[in-house]
């Protein structure tokens, strides 16, 4: 099939490549000219495992075009993905949709033949019904059908959540619409994965509801961990002890330094705004937002007990500074709240992280980036693990600590407390 995608970020890219990779011919659209002169050039926007070899080979192959010139790309396409950011609009909160409505008008000037346009950006229910009424308005008066398709890529694992997914969901409400989506997704579905069909406005509030009742899991398991710290338990046997009923399920029940990045943070505040849309309280998602805006504060306060409100001129450094492993995005990461913070108490900052320097640290006096971990282990008194990657795990921290009193703060429980007892090291984690 003639697919294209609008819009290269994570969303658009990753589906746009994978889809290439199954089989289909795909252009990936996007206005911005340098972010398309860099991907013809094999540079790609984003970290993410396995994306650029997979890019090139379906480049190679011809079956994945990049253009900037997205007239072109709808009117040779036969299903159109609209795969635009829904960042939070600053004053109500709500997902501001002025790039999917940018697209959806420039669909309405190019919809030269029956097309289906795919909403796979996150989108507030009814956003579809809008788009379709802009639609109907169309130049060539052409056919169409409008259809929600969210997507469920974690960064990071978002080429295997593609090539495996747990569901795939398409809100469609033409049976040759559903018919043709599913067409699409048959070499995936055929891997054991469901696929669910509903109408449009579920499916564009499954995706909403999905992300929202994980970052409620994480809120809730957070908050049990400042539980088990007070009562002398250890999370990881009530998180494993829990999940073991299939009801609950193991996954998402990681303690730790509260849910960032570009999804949870944004989805959870948005429908929390739509539901007063309708005059609904959503007062459990209401709870999870505010439980982890408190996080932070409440990591503080742990570090203030951990140094004996030591912390001016200590240097603490930061292992990771992304939301999480295996990406390079900072967006609403809990370091960039601890960070100001600790710098204000008069820490000095070192961080080493895998992806590189980060702007949105190094903009602050007293922060420096270390291209060596072992360099910026040397220099601290305090360790704070603050993101997961395998690379941290295999540390041997024996051999790298020259400082005998440096403290340990594992954020992610990713080392054995029995472990660093018995090297002398002080550390502290999570809920345990
Ligand atoms: C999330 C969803 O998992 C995807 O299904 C969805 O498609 C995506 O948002 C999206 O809407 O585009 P992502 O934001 O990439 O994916 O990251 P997750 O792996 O879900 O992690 C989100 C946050 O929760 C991270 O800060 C992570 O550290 C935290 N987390 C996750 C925990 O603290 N504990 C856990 O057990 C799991």
Partial sequence: MKLCMIGTGYVGLVSGTCFADIGNEVICADT???????????ILPIYEPGLEEMVRRNVNDSRLKFSHNVPEAIKKSDIIFICVGTPTEKKTSNADLKYV???ANTIKYNLNKYKIIVTKST?????????ETMLKKNKFKSSFEVVSNPEFLREGEAIRDFVVPDRVIVGAQSKKALRIM??????????NSRFFSTSRRSAELIKYASN?????????????SNLCEASGINIEDVSVGMGLDQRIGERFLRAGPGYGGSCFPKDTRAIVALAKKYKVNLSIVNSAIK???????????????ITKNNIKNKNICFLGVTFKANTDDMRESPCLSLIPALIKKGAKIYYYDPTGAKKEIDKYKNVTFLEKIAEAIKKADLIIVHTEWNEF???????LIKNKNVIIYDMRNIYSADKMKKNRIKYYSIGR
């Fill in 291 to 305: 439980s982890n805006k408190f996080r932070s504060k409440i990591l503080l306060n742990r570090l203030i007990k």
């Fill in 123 to 131: 989108v507030p229910v009814t956003t579809g019904d809008k788009i």
């Fill in 182 to 191: 599913k067409s699409l997704y048959m070499p995936i579905i055929k891997k």
């Fill in 393 to 399: 795990k295999q540390l041997n921290l024996k051999k």
């Fill in 32 to 42: 911005d000219k340098k972010k398309i002169e860099n991907l013809n050039s094999g």
């Fill in 212 to 224: 929202s009742f994980l970052a409620t899991k994480i809120s809730f398991i957070n908050e049990i």
């Fill in 101 to 103: 409505f940018q697209v």
